[in-house]
Nanobody, 123 residues
Framework: QVQLVESGGGSVQAGGSLRLSCVAS????????MSWYRQSPGKAREFVSG???????IYADFVKGRFTFSRDNAKNTVYLQMNSLEIEDTAMYYC?????????????????WGQGTQVTVSS
């Protein structure tokens, strides 16, 4: 099992920036793949950014060039630097983990979500 805790959300004006963090805890010896999703009121949850199995970072088309995904493996933490925020970026941002990666190449499937952090962008 893994616990994911997001932070860094807030209210900003359009054009501003925020940096979201997500810390994973649950195992001393294993790491966790983590990605960012978001959900606006009345809309389905959608993928924002994450790292695929070959190590490539991918982004949804609507954030390319504005958001940057990064990871600190030592801290089991991922970040989402969000620049040039737009009103349409207003949403609850969630961290998701689909895999637990342990020594020896052992991989456990997961589907864990954090509680989310709210991002509100105003004009």
């Amino acid at each position: 099992q893994v616990q994911l805790v997001e932070s860094g959300g807030g209210s900003v004006q359009a054009g501003g920036s925020l940096r979201l963090s997500c810390v994973a805890s649950g195992s001393t010896y294993c790491s966790y793949d983590m990605s960012w999703y978001r959900q606006s009121p009345g809309k389905a949850r959608e993928f924002v950014s994450g790292i695929v199995t070959d190590g490539t970072t991918i982004y949804a088309d609507f954030v390319k060039g504005r958001f940057t995904f990064s990871r600190d493996n030592a801290k089991n933490t991922v970040y989402l630097q969000m620049n040039s925020l737009e009103i349409e970026d207003t949403a609850m941002y969630y961290c998701n983990s689909r895999r637990k990666l342990c020594p020896g190449g052992v991989v456990f499937p997961l589907n864990s979500w954090g509680q989310g952090t709210q991002v509100t962008v105003s004009s």
